[in-house]
């Protein structure tokens, strides 16, 4: 009986130990709206072991990925700078490389994301027809890199 009663106890130490260590996917919301973004309705082909990895720290693991880095510009490229110029200058759209922020959680790697996935006011409609999400991260990186504000306002870089 003392055998059953420790296997029971030793279970369910076991059980709570593993949903203690067990990380939770962050929560994904829509910048102007605070709804959580439905990312089911993403582009096919983004659910990458680095997007899973970003679901789950809220970093952007391709930051510093020259290869990475690369991508994301020939996306940019095709798909973004003929509103935020091609130097993220800012055209129709706002400007991408310096340290203003119209949403201020873009100086994160989850707000910037949010707004590319999710949209935001004026012409930036959501972008998960257009871009994976996995192509979101390149992009991403992309703009992080061309970044020429003050290193102590960019939260992605702490």
Known sequence: MKYK???SGAAAMLAIAAVSTAR???TL???LTGETLDLSFAKKGGNTDKFKQFMQTGKNPYNGDAEAIKKGESLYMTGCSGCH???AEGKLGPGLADDYWTYPRNATDVGLFEVLFGGANGMMGPQYVTFSTDEMLHIMAFIRHIYK???KKADWLK
């Open 5 to 7: 009663t420790f296997l």
């Open 24 to 26: 939770a996917d962050i």
């Open 85 to 87: 110029g091609h130097e």
């Open 149 to 151: 504000g003050d290193p």
């Open 29 to 31: 919301r829509h910048a």
